[in-house]
């Protein structure tokens, strides 16, 4: 498997606005044809940046320049197209077909694709010999050669190919005597069926004969109908039908002892553990014979893994992990749809049940595709709950793992980080990477308990260490976040605080939560404090960032390090604070909710709390739980079930700020 050239980046420099770029690009569309087929985006330099398929050309082509289609990156995508080609076919399905051909030639950069730059292990049968071979190999696939796989553990693929030897005996490619014997059979092919005695003549036995995994075809010790069996089983093995496998070996056995020959049926014994050992290995097994494959994502900003869970006959026979070049920067449907296409047009192993975890638009086209490539029927499916489900999120556990070995291994996250500091610098027109990010946040509950925090990140990455807590000390009877933003800036930024040492250093950059009403209010601040902080706004809804010195917010790019940092800044500064609001909230809920409910005196106080130990558990409980605690009538509990009720609606707008 190939990935992307690198060069294939969009000319992101000739970049437009939608308003220049799209006019032209509608006059186009006009006259596209209305048949099935693949579009090709194309950007200045006519590189293909994007590959699809449609049902009907031009209604599809016409959604992208009327910017109908809702997914976040095509705003960014269409400001670098110029043009398109598109190429007309029959079918949807003949689409599809054509889609992964030209996804495969092309790489588009924001087609999805597999990132790592190589290509994965297969374990191959070389069909086409007299005497096939079994082998390890990266090539691209051959004409005449059967390959099993992909295996993204290259020494899982290698010790299966020794197990499977032990098993069923079977020549390897990397045998210097098959080689030998195949180059003779290759001069004089017309001794093809009596192979074994001409090679018997002048062959020399090779050590895995001795071992017992080659069959002796080096010394004609096996004509070339015994090992076409070998041969089969080998495939039937792989394809993951082992019972055949395991049928065909205790067979052997049982006609070795009944011909007393016990040496030979201890060799088939021993082979016979060696499959039992493999079954010991399996972590997944269903207790019915399905032949599936169950795929879990896990997304970070724009890079995501995939891991496949092969299972054959109940057992899974090998998991299968993929790095993607996409993640949160595309939708799951697009992401799961598009690994897909990828990964079963590389594949032959396809089974009868594909098992992902959305519901996919065109399952149906994908399900008419593999089950053409399979020869039999094989659909996508959704599960929704019991085993498959605990399967498909155990598959997505897995591939978070797989994500964070592949960001340690290569350092993705720091490379991101400083990538997002130098967008950053350059997109707010700073005089360096802000190095020190400070951002607040305000909570409050109408009014009551109203707080601030503070959270600092320090070359890109939390600096918990400096967050810091403010409960609002101006009075307020309702929510206020203009007057608790000023005190709290006030109060950050007086001389005293900024001489501080436990308050670190200057920031490089403040942001606060909201857009230019929310910003300009911060400036007032600053400047009264003769202060000359940078300072951006981040409003919520379109994450626009909204700067001093221009009326237009600034659009930071969809999926890019920068938004994904500042955002992120944001979000950890929502969250400090309502952890803040809800410790206060819970406090003061602790020690007066109680109070305030009429027949709740200190006796029958202390008798509850004893009773229940915990707030938490006091909320969870019902009218009757409550009415069991000795000393407490029926209509006093009732009074108290209704007093935490009317304390949870009210947290609940704290919580639906939080989203």
């Keep these: 498997m190939t990935?992307?050239?690198?060069?294939?980046?969009?000319?992101?420099?000739?970049?437009?606005?939608?308003?220049?770029?799209?006019?032209?690009?509608?006059?186009?569309?006009?006259?596209?044809?209305?048949d099935p087929g693949c579009y090709l985006w194309k950007d200045a330099r006519g590189q293909v940046v994007y590959v699809g398929k449609a049902k009907n050309l031009r209604a599809r082509l016409r959604q992208y320049v009327t910017l109908q289609d809702d997914r976040d990156k095509i705003p960014l995508m269409m400001q670098v197209v110029r043009s398109f080609d598109y190429i007309v076919v029959g079918s949807e399905h003949e689409a599809l077909v054509l889609e992964r051909n030209l996804i495969a030639q092309y790489h588009p950069y924001f087609n999805v694709d597999f990132k790592d730059d190589k290509s994965y292990p297969y374990i191959a049968i070389t069909e086409s010999d007299v005497f096939p071979a079994i082998k390890y190999t990266r090539e691209h696939h051959r004409k005449g050669t059967r390959y099993f796989g992909p295996y993204t553990d290259a020494h899982a693929a290698r010790d299966t190919i020794d197990t499977l030897r032990k098993v069923v005996p079977i020549c390897i490619a990397t045998c210097a005597e098959w080689k030998r014997c195949r180059r003779?059979?290759?001069?004089?092919?017309?001794?093809?069926?009596?192979?074994?005695?001409?090679?018997?003549?002048?062959?020399?036995?090779?050590?895995?004969?001795?071992?017992?995994?080659?069959?002796?075809?080096?010394?004609?010790?096996?004509?070339?109908?015994?090992?076409?069996?070998?041969?089969?089983?080998?495939?039937?093995?792989?394809?993951?039908?082992?019972?055949?496998?395991?049928?065909?070996?205790?067979?052997?056995?049982?006609?070795?002892?009944?011909?007393?020959?016990?040496?030979?049926?201890?060799?088939?014994?021993?082979?016979?553990?060696?499959?039992?050992?493999?079954?010991?290995?399996?972590?997944?097994m269903f207790s019915s014979d399905v032949s599936l494959d169950l795929i879990g994502f896990y997304r970070e900003e724009t890079i995501s893994a995939a891991c496949v869970f092969v299972v054959r006959e109940g057992r899974t026979v090998r998991t299968v992990e993929f790095i993607l070049d996409k993640g949160a920067d595309v939708g799951e449907v697009e992401l799961q749809g598009g690994f897909l296409k990828r990964y079963y047009d590389e594949t032959a192993d396809i089974p009868s049940e594909v098992d992902v975890d959305v519901d996919l638009p065109d399952a149906e086209l994908l399900s008419e595709w593999l089950a053409e490539k399979r020869g039999r029927a094989c659909h996508i499916h959704h599960p929704q709950r019991g085993e498959k489900r605990h399967l498909?999120?155990?598959?997505?556990?897995?591939?978070?793992?797989?994500?964070?070995?592949?960001?340690?291994?290569?350092?993705?996250?720091?490379?991101r980080t400083n990538q997002a500091l130098l967008q950053l610098e350059s997109a707010l027109a700073l005089d360096a990477p802000p190095m020190r990010i400070e951002c607040f946040d305000i909570s409050?509950?109408?009014?009551?308990?109203?707080?601030?925090?503070?959270?600092?990140?320090?070359?890109?990455?939390?600096?918990?260490?400096?967050?810091?807590?403010?409960?609002?000390?101006?009075?307020?009877?309702?929510?206020?976040?203009?007057?608790?933003?000023?005190?709290?800036?006030?109060?950050?930024?007086?001389?005293?605080?900024?001489?501080?040492?436990?308050?670190?250093?200057?920031?490089?950059?403040?942001?606060?939560?909201?857009?230019?009403?929310?910003?300009?209010?911060?400036?007032?601040?600053?400047?009264?404090l003769g202060l000359d902080i940078p300072v951006c706004g981040l409003a919520k809804s379109d994450e626009e960032v909204f700067v001093p010195w221009d009326e237009t917010p600034v659009v930071l790019p969809s999926g890019s390090a920068s938004l994904y940092l500042i955002k992120q800044v944001r979000d950890e500064s929502h969250r400090f604070a309502i952890t803040f609001h809800r410790e206060l909230r819970d406090k003061a809920m602790t020690v007066?909710?109680?109070?305030?409910?009429?027949?709740?005196?200190?006796?029958?106080?202390?008798?509850?709390?004893?009773?229940?130990?915990?707030?938490?558990?006091?909320?969870?409980?019902?009218?009757?739980?409550i009415a069991q605690v000795p000393g407490v009538p029926a209509e006093v509990a009732q009074a108290v079930y209704d007093a935490l009720r009317v304390w949870d609606e009210e947290a609940q707008t704290v919580a639906e700020k939080a989203r």
């Design 3 to 34: 990935i992307r050239d690198p060069g294939a980046r969009p000319d992101f420099d000739d970049a437009r606005s939608l308003d220049e770029s799209l006019p032209e690009l509608r006059r186009q569309v006009d006259d596209a044809p209305t």
């Design 184 to 284: 003779e059979l290759e001069r004089r092919p017309d001794e093809a069926a009596v192979a074994n005695l001409a090679l018997a003549r002048t062959g020399r036995p090779c050590f895995d004969y001795h071992m017992g995994k080659g069959p002796g075809v080096c010394v004609g010790a096996i004509d070339t109908v015994e090992y076409a069996k070998h041969v089969r089983q080998v495939e039937d093995f792989l394809a993951g039908r082992r019972s055949h496998v395991v049928s065909a070996v205790e067979e052997q056995m049982r006609e070795a002892a009944t011909d007393l020959d016990f040496e030979r049926a201890g060799r088939l014994k021993a082979r016979l553990e060696s499959l039992n050992a493999l079954d010991d290995r399996q972590q997944v």
């Design 392 to 415: 498909l999120d155990m598959a997505a556990a897995n591939a978070r793992h797989a994500l964070m070995r592949y960001m340690v291994r290569t350092g993705y996250a720091d490379d």
């Design 592 to 625: 007066s909710v109680l109070d305030d409910v009429p027949g709740v005196g200190p006796k029958r106080k202390r008798a509850i709390m004893r009773r229940f130990g915990s707030l938490k558990r006091l909320r969870a409980a019902s009218v009757e739980d």
């Design 444 to 528: 409050t509950l109408h009014g009551h308990f109203t707080v601030a925090s503070m959270v600092v990140f320090t070359n890109g990455r939390p600096d918990k260490s400096q967050y810091r807590r403010f409960k609002i000390q101006t009075p307020l009877t309702e929510a206020n976040d203009f007057v608790s933003m000023s005190e709290v800036l006030a109060r950050r930024y007086a001389p005293e605080r900024m001489a501080d040492e436990r308050f670190g250093s200057r920031p490089d950059l403040l942001v606060v939560d909201g857009g230019k009403p929310q910003l300009t209010a911060a400036m007032e601040q600053l400047s009264s």
